[in-house]
């Protein structure tokens, strides 16, 4: 499967990633766009023209009293990811825009970690024991690396500490683009592996 997109036009999703939230639904002005998304649940995507968009958010089944109104921009040729991060009462969208994965060579993985866990502390994100990124703050995603494809073992630690809050695996395959999200309230935190639709993108 390859998606093809134009400099006029980007593919969107969206990502519940709000602990203490109920499921929810999502309309770009009064037109529902996902239902029913529950924490850690990502949506289809979806193509929309490049421009700003008002993207409310419900508790599911419901149309009075959004939970956040907030407007998005989405520039032209892009994947995004639109997360909605924080608690109930303090909740932001946060769009994060998807590597190009043009240039990704033969035998290599290309992955990013996100930091969505409202509660916890700046963080360090060790793979196979060696440091790959550090100082991680909330909402905060990291550049993306270029690793050889294959098995890690992901550890996440109190940034500048030896106490980890999040051990997980995760499994790279071969010329794929990965974002990582650190999700959920300490000590209840889970590492969701996520394969980044721009690795099925090709730019008209």
């Not at 608690?87 to 290309?110: A, F, H």
């Not at 695996?169 to 935190?189: A, E, F, Q």
């Amino acid at each position: 499967m390859k998606i093809r997109l134009d400099m006029n036009t980007s593919y969107i999703r969206v990502l519940h990633a709000a602990p203490n939230a109920p499921a929810v639904d999502v309309y770009a002005g009064d037109m529902i766009l996902f239902s029913n998304l529950t924490f850690e649940q990502f949506s289809s995507y979806i193509p929309v023209p490049q421009g700003s968009y008002t993207i409310n958010v419900y508790i599911a089944g419901t149309e009075e009293n959004s939970v956040i109104s907030q407007n998005v921009d989405v520039p032209g040729g892009s994947m995004i990811t639109v997360a909605s991060t924080g608690n109930l009462n303090n909740l932001t969208l946060v769009p994060y825009i998807e590597s190009n994965p043009r240039n990704l060579q033969d035998g290599k993985s290309r992955v990013r970690a996100i930091h969505l866990s409202p509660n916890a502390p700046e963080v360090d994100i060790y793979v196979n024991g060696n440091e790959m990124f550090s100082d991680v703050e909330f909402r905060e995603a990291t550049d993306y690396i270029d690793v050889n494809y294959g098995e890690y073992r992901i550890e996440v630690k109190v940034a500048n500490t030896d106490n980890i809050v999040l051990s997980s695996n995760v499994n790279l395959k071969d010329r794929k683009v990965y974002s990582l999200y650190v999700l959920g309230d300490v000590p209840n935190l889970t590492l969701v592996q996520s394969l980044d639709g721009c690795t099925y993108m090709l730019m008209q």
